[in-house]
């Protein structure tokens, strides 16, 4: 099994709306190589992470800049569970978050590809593991 290197169980971001969000975050590295994972949780007060998967995805690396991560391009992967509606019967769905970068280095342009493997599958793959 494969553990996170930064957990952080209500990560804080600010959104468009200028209200404070925020999410379960999981940040894996190996090498230059880093996945990030981002859970909706029913708490968030502010913007859902699906809704403000740009903004959450600039906070995210500055976070590992801050932490001293050196990771050109993390992949980032949207999971929605049972912490997401309260619902312990919710099953896991993951998407990876494809997004672009603007002139000033901001993420731009989110799309979502649905993953049809468990997070540790997924996890294995990116990481070369």
């Not at 993390?74 to 997401?84: K, L, N, Q």
């Not at 099953?91 to 280095?105: F, I, K, M």
């Amino acid at each position: 099994m494969i553990h996170p290197d930064v957990l952080i169980e209500a990560f804080e971001f600010y959104a468009s709306t200028q209200k404070v969000s925020h999410c379960h975050l999981e940040v894996y590295v190996k090498e230059q190589r880093a996945v990030v994972v981002w859970t909706e949780l029913l708490s968030n007060p502010g913007m859902s992470v699906t809704n403000a998967a740009e903004e959450l995805a600039d906070a995210v690396v500055e976070l590992l800049k801050d932490l001293m991560f050196q990771v050109p391009k993390p992949v980032f992967i949207e999971r929605y569970d049972a912490r997401s509606y309260g619902d312990p019967a919710d099953q896991e769905r993951l998407s990876r978050v494809v997004l672009s970068r603007d002139a000033r280095g901001k993420h731009r342009g989110a799309s979502w590809v649905a993953l049809q493997l468990p997070l540790q599958q997924v996890l294995q793959e990116e990481m070369g593991v």
